[in-house]
């Protein structure tokens, strides 16, 4: 298992949120690596952000690693294209009403190629989508990271630099 981490943590209001976002799949190419470091660097004054990397096989081995690695409370995410589909400022809403209701660790999910089993989807706590584009597995956790350091910079109501 590969881990992204950044150490210093951030606080959204009182409460020091946390972030994981759980792939299955290794990025290899170092193009997505870079992209992947640039958006944890940018996020590491918004929050405490991981990327945990859970090997590729068949559905039922990476449900079995991804319900094992999950923590026991906090929000579920799935990206699901079968999700509801959220603009940057739903995204934004949403990770800003965890945080208010003290929910200091939200998980998001990108699953596999094959997609993921019943058991992950019933363990999110919710399915969401950027819409009805299939995204490459290595493109879809770049622009996740994106989406959510835009909605830290919607939340604290700062511009974004493109």
Do not use: C
């Amino acid at each position: 298992m590969f881990l992204f981490k950044l150490v210093t943590p951030a606080r959204l209001g009182a409460t020091m949120l946390r972030i994981t976002i759980f792939a299955v799949g290794k990025l290899k190419e170092q193009f997505w690596k870079d992209a992947v470091a640039e958006y944890l660097k940018r996020l590491g004054g918004y929050a405490k952000i991981e990327v945990r990397e859970l090997p590729d096989s068949n559905a039922e081995k990476e449900a079995a690693a991804l319900l094992s690695a999950l923590p026991e409370r906090g929000p579920i995410i799935l990206m699901d294209i079968r999700g509801k589909e959220t603009s940057s400022e739903g995204l934004a809403q949403k990770i800003d009403n965890y945080a208010l209701n003290s929910d200091s660790h939200i998980s998001f999910i990108i699953g596999g190629s094959d997609g993921v089993t019943k058991e992950v989807k019933q363990r999110a706590t919710e399915r969401i989508s950027f819409g009805p584009i299939t995204l490459p597995h290595n493109l879809a956790r770049v622009v996740l990271l994106e989406q959510i350091y835009r909605a830290f910079k919607i939340i604290r109501h700062e511009p974004y630099h493109k």
